[in-house]
């Protein structure tokens, strides 16, 4: 990694947690609720596995689908498809409350 790609340090510790959520994505005519869960979480963001297309940038709400159903709005910072897999990956970053 030459120095102009060495990453920021984070604003939050990340944990391991894979908790079942439903991903709220607003396109320009609708919005739709998609089955994902997170693969770490923090006070931050998530990152997410899911099967669902997104782009950079696309806000989104998470919503966990066990305990409080609050709604957490956020945006799609970053995101990787799988190859040997149908899912892909994305971060997700929450926007201050």
Not at 51 to 58: A, L
Not at 59 to 71: C, F, M, T, Y
Request: charge should be positive; glycine fraction near 6%; hydrophobic fraction near 40%.
């Amino acid at each position: 990694m030459s120095p102009r790609e060495q990453a920021l340090p984070r604003r939050s510790k990340r944990v391991p947690a894979q908790i079942p959520i439903q991903l709220v994505l607003q396109s320009l005519f609708f919005m739709k609720a998609h089955k994902a869960r997170t693969l770490d979480i923090s006070r931050a963001g998530a990152r997410v596995q899911t099967n669902v297309r997104m782009s950079p940038g696309q806000p989104v709400k998470v919503v966990p689908s066990e305990g409080i159903k609050r709604a957490i709005p956020g945006r799609i910072v970053w995101v990787k498809t799988l190859v040997n897999n149908a899912d892909g990956e994305a971060g997700i970053e929450f926007f201050p409350a």
